[in-house]
């Protein structure tokens, strides 16, 4: 063959085999360098919030601070209001007190403000409205019952009594209002005043006896048979 027909057959492709079977995998290579960081990427949404855990044990008390520096002395305050109405009468005589009678007082150790008494006699008379404080004691030799009276009515709620002879008490609050200061008394600013006295208002005895007796071994001669003490309260 010439040169020519040479050259123009080995111009002409065959065709394609068949691929053959794969080989058998070669050992893995050694791992790279680590190459460089990326980019960060975008935030992703946030979960959702977990419970609450459980509450840590207290830590230990700390140190007290110093004192602070006192602050500046406030205004003073309004002045208060005192009212000074009161009064205390005794009487140191053994009286056989009548049915609805009242005990008759001797005397008074303080008698301030809107109140008098004279001496001698039962009544007290005040002419101030407002709420009273009384205790009263009586030493009465018979079973019996006394009440406290505003202007000749008993006082709801001041009605002792006992069964023997006793040292009786009568502890109570009560109020004057200003219609009870009706009755005519030259002693009053107003020429009118409130009634107050103790009665003996008990239906088994004709009489019920106060008595007082003298004392032994010190410097007070007789013992209240009766005494009252009555007190404005503000």
């Known amino acids: ?3 020519q027909y040479t ?5 002409i492709q065959g065709i394609q085999g068949i691929q053959g079977i794969q080989g058998i995998q070669g050992i893995p290579g050694e791992f790279g360098c680590t190459g460089p960081q990326g980019i960060q990427g975008i935030q992703g949404i946030p979960g959702e919030i977990g419970n609450t855990g459980p509450q840590g ?23 208060c209001d005192i009212i000074y109405t009161f009064i205390n009468l005794y ?8 049915q609805n009678q009242s005990i008759i007082f001797d005397a008074f150790t303080a008698c301030i403000g809107d109140c008098s008494h004279s001496p001698n006699t039962s009544e007290i008379w005040i002419w101030k409205s407002g709420y009273y404080f009384i205790s009263a004691n009586v030493n009465q030799l018979q079973a019996g019952k006394f009440s406290l009276f505003k202007n000749g009515v008993v006082i709801p709620g001041t009605s002792y009594g ?19 200061i009706n009755i005519a008394n030259s002693i009053s ?10 009665v003996n208002n008990s239906d088994n005895y004709p009489f ?8 032994i071994g010190n410097n007070t001669i007789f013992q209240n048979s009766a005494s009252i003490a009555l007190m404005l309260l503000k």
């Not at 044990?57 to 002045?79: D, L, S, V, Y």
């Not at 006992?162 to 009870?180: K, M, V």
């Not at 600013?189 to 103790?198: L, R, S, V």
């Open 91 to 98: 009487t140191i005589k053994q009286q056989n007190i009548q």
């Open 162 to 180: 006992s069964l023997t002879g006793s040292a009786l008490q009568i502890t109570s609050i009560f109020n004057i209002s200003n219609e009870d």
């Open 7 to 11: 050259q123009c057959i080995h111009s």
């Open 208 to 215: 019920i006896t106060i008595y007082s007796y003298e004392a």
């Open 57 to 79: 044990i207290p830590g230990e008390i700390g140190n007290t601070g110093p004192q602070g520096i006192p602050g500046e002395i406030g205004p003073t305050g309004p002045q």
């Open 1 to 3: 063959m010439d040169e």
């Open 189 to 198: 600013p107003t020429n009118m005043a409130c009634k107050i006295e103790i």
